[in-house]
C-alpha cells in the first residue's frame, strides 16, 4: 500500500506544474495629423498611429470624427468619443490614445497622438515537456503468427508484451513515450471539455504530439522444451525458446532506423519473468541504437553514463575522427572511431551507471559499444538479477 501511495503522490505533484499561462502585452505607436479643426488633425495623426501599430492603412478622412464633435478645454470629451471610434474601427484591438502635442499652426492644429494596443493571451503549459527526447510509440505488427505461452494466446502475449515494453522504454527516461491506445477514453474527455467545462479548459485540446519513431515488434515462433531429470530424488526444468523480430521506423521519412531478429532461450517457467526479459532485450537494443551509450563525464578511473546499462558488462569505447565519405554516392557514411578504452559497468541505476577503466584513455563524450562477452559469462541488469550468455548486436546493444 505504501508504494502505490508514493507513486499516485509522485503524479500528483508532477501534475501541479501543469497550468493555464496568461499572458498580456502593450505596444504603443505615435502618429503626427494636421487639419483646419483640432478634431481633423487628431484624426489624420490617429489613422497614421493605427497603421503604424495594425500594419493596414486606415482612410484618414473622417475615420473616427463626427461632425458634431464639439472639443473641451481639456480635450476630455472628443478623446473619450474617439475612443469609442478606435474601438468600432479595430475590433477593440485598441485601448486607448492620448495626445502627447497639440499645436496652433497658421491654417489650423498639428497634433501627435500616442494609441495603445493591449493584448491578452491565454496558453496550456504543459508539464514536463521542456526537453529533447525523442517521442515514440509501440505497437506489436499486424497478422502476428499463432502461437502460445503457459496457456495465453497470441493477442494476449502481444498485448501485454507492449505494456511491459512501454515500461522500459518509460524507465529509460531517453524517450517521450506516446498513448494510441486509450482513444476511446480521450474522446469521452474532450466531450466534456467541448460540452461542460470551464472555457479554459480547452486550451487543452489541439495539444496531440507526433511521434518521431514507431517500434513494431512480434514474435514469430514460442517453443517449451521440458526436461525431466533423476539423480537423487527427481524434478524437472523447462526453457522457452522465443523468437521475435522488430523495427524502429522514422515516422518523417519512413526510413527503418534499426531492425534485429533475435532467438531467446529463457530458463523460467512465469509468465511476467519471461514477457520482462523479452521487453528488455528489444528495449536497451533500441536505446543503444538511437542513444548509443556516451560518456557523460570521467572521474576517479571510472566513466559515467546517463542511461541505466547491466552491471559487469563491458563496453569499448572509442572518440569521433575525421568524416568518412562514400566514394560512389557522396554520402556521409559515418565518422572515423578511435579506440579510447575499454571499460566495465560496476554499478547502476534507472538513470545512471558508472563504469570503471580497465585499459586506455576514456574521454568525455566518447561513443561505446557493448564488448563481446563469453557465453558462460553471467552479469547482473540494474534490478540484481542474474543475465546469462549476454551477445552484443550490430550497431550497439546485446541480447540475453
Not at 502475449?157 to 498513448?179: A, Q
Request: aromatic share 8%.
Amino acid at each position: 500500500m505504501k508504494k502505490i501511495l508514493i507513486i499516485f503522490l509522485g503524479l500528483f505533484l508532477v501534475s501541479l506544474n501543469a497550468k493555464v499561462v496568461t499572458t498580456t502585452s502593450t505596444k504603443t505607436a505615435t502618429g503626427e495629423g494636421y487639419g483646419i479643426t483640432y478634431s481633423e488633425a487628431v484624426d489624420n495623426a490617429l489613422a497614421q498611429a493605427v497603421t503604424k501599430l495594425n500594419g493596414a492603412y486606415i482612410k484618414a478622412s473622417n475615420s473616427f470624427s463626427q461632425t458634431q464633435l464639439e472639443s473641451s478645454a481639456d480635450g476630455t470629451n472628443i478623446n473619450a468619443l474617439f475612443n469609442q471610434k478606435i474601438s468600432k474601427a479595430t475590433n477593440g484591438r485598441f485601448s486607448s490614445f492620448e495626445v502627447i502635442e497639440n499645436t496652433k499652426t497658421e491654417d489650423g492644429f498639428r497634433v501627435v497622438v500616442s494609441i495603445q494596443k493591449t493584448a491578452v493571451s491565454k496558453k496550456y503549459e504543459l508539464a514536463g515537456m521542456k526537453n529533447d527526447r525523442r517521442k515514440i510509440i509501440v505497437a506489436p505488427a499486424l497478422s502476428p503468427n499463432n502461437f502460445s505461452l503457459l496457456g495465453r494466446d497470441s493477442e494476449q502475449i502481444l498485448r501485454d508484451l507492449r505494456f511491459k515494453i512501454e515500461s522500459n522504454i518509460h524507465k529509460t527516461r531517453k524517450f517521450d513515450l506516446l498513448d494510441r491506445q486509450a482513444g476511446e477514453a480521450l474522446a469521452v474527455e474532450r466531450d466534456i471539455i467541448l460540452n461542460d467545462a470551464n472555457k479554459d479548459e480547452a486550451l487543452k485540446l489541439g495539444q496531440n504530439l507526433g511521434t518521431d519513431y514507431i517500434l513494431l515488434y512480434t514474435i514469430s515462433d514460442v517453443n517449451t522444451i521440458n526436461k525431466n531429470y533423476s539423480i537423487i530424488g527427481s524434478g524437472s526444468s523447462s526453457k522457452v525458446s522465443v523468437s521475435i523480430n522488430y523495427q524502429v521506423i522514422t515516422f518523417a521519412t519512413r526510413q527503418i532506423r534499426f531492425a534485429d531478429s533475435i532467438n531467446l532461450d529463457i530458463k523460467s517457467k512465469d509468465y511476467d519473468s519471461i514477457l520482462n526479459d523479452i521487453a528488455s532485450t528489444i528495449v536497451l537494443n533500441t536505446q543503444a541504437a538511437i542513444y548509443p551509450p556516451k560518456i557523460e563525464k570521467i572521474g576517479n578511473n571510472q566513466a559515467v553514463f546517463t542511461q541505466s546499462l547491466p552491471i559487469n558488462t563491458q563496453l569499448e569505447c572509442y572518440k569521433k575522427g575525421d568524416k568518412i565519405y562514400d566514394s560512389y554516392t557522396k554520402e556521409l557514411n559515418g565518422y572515423e572511431e578511435i579506440f579510447s578504452a575499454l571499460v566495465q559497468v560496476t554499478n547502476a541505476n534507472a538513470k545512471t551507471s558508472y563504469a570503471k577503466i580497465l585499459e586506455g584513455n576514456a574521454n568525455k563524450g566518447d561513443i561505446c559499444r557493448f564488448k563481446n562477452i563469453d557465453n558462460n559469462s553471467t552479469s547482473n541488469d540494474a534490478n540484481g538479477k542474474d543475465v546469462k550468455d549476454i551477445t552484443p548486436v550490430q550497431g550497439g546493444g546485446f541480447i540475453f
